[in-house]
């Protein structure tokens, strides 16, 4: 009788370490989503920025201004300034969403009405201090359709 009952008390252990294991799954994708949303936190001071409209491409000049992008955990916010002058001002902000390497902003907060409450959804990827985000605008309202990239380095660890 001793051999079947402790038979049964391994089958029992078995079964309670293999479902123990299973649990713990969800937690690790959790764990990286947590990783990599904190990774991309932080403020980013925009180096290199190209539009692709149609078959033209521009590529911004940033010799006289600066733009800084803020993001926390759920809410981002962008500012542009010229340099030493008080005109060129503009910001904006809203919220935020990334899943995996997928960043879908919603402005919320800005002066051009057509583009408040818009989503834009953006592929992310940072290398070291380096933040890449591309992707395409379209907002039919404010006749934007256009492909951009954009490239920030950190600039507040």
Same mark, same amino acid.
């Given at each position: 009788?001793? +051999?079947?009952?402790?038979?049964?008390?391994?089958?029992?252990?078995?079964?309670?370490?293999? !479902?123990?294991?299973?649990?713990?799954?969800?937690?690790? =994708?959790?764990?990286?989503?947590? %990783?990599?949303?904190?990774?991309?936190?932080? !403020?980013?001071?925009?180096?290199?920025?190209?539009?692709?409209?149609?078959?033209?491409? %521009?590529?911004?000049?940033?010799?006289?201004?600066?733009?800084?992008?803020?993001?926390? %955990?759920?809410?981002?916010?962008?500012?542009?300034?010229? +340099?030493?002058?008080?005109?060129?001002?503009?910001?904006?902000?809203?919220?935020?969403?990334?899943?995996?390497? *997928?960043?879908?902003?919603?402005?919320?907060?800005?002066? *051009?009405?057509?583009?408040?409450?818009?989503?834009?959804?953006?592929?992310? %990827?940072?290398?070291?201090?380096?933040?890449?985000? !591309?992707?395409?605008?379209? *907002?039919?309202?404010?006749?934007? =359709?256009?492909?951009?990239?954009? =490239?920030?380095?950190?600039?507040?660890?």
């Amino acid at each position: 009788m001793k +051999k079947p009952f402790r038979i049964s008390i391994l089958i029992i252990a078995m079964v309670t370490f293999i !479902s123990c294991g299973e649990k713990e799954k969800p937690k690790e =994708k959790e764990t990286e989503m947590v %990783e990599t949303k904190n990774e991309i936190m932080g !403020s980013w001071l925009l180096v290199y920025g190209e539009t692709r409209t149609a078959d033209s491409l %521009e590529v911004k000049d940033l010799s006289n201004t600066q733009f800084i992008k803020i993001l926390n %955990e759920d809410h981002f916010a962008f500012f542009n300034q010229k +340099k030493d002058t008080a005109e060129g001002f503009y910001g904006g902000g809203g919220t935020y969403v990334l899943e995996d390497n *997928v960043y879908t902003e919603r402005l919320d907060y800005i002066s *051009v009405k057509e583009l408040r409450g818009h989503e834009f959804t953006f592929e992310v %990827e940072i290398k070291g201090d380096t933040l890449i985000q !591309s992707g395409v605008e379209d *907002v039919p309202e404010a006749g934007i =359709k256009r492909h951009i990239v954009e =490239k920030y380095i950190r600039i507040n660890d």
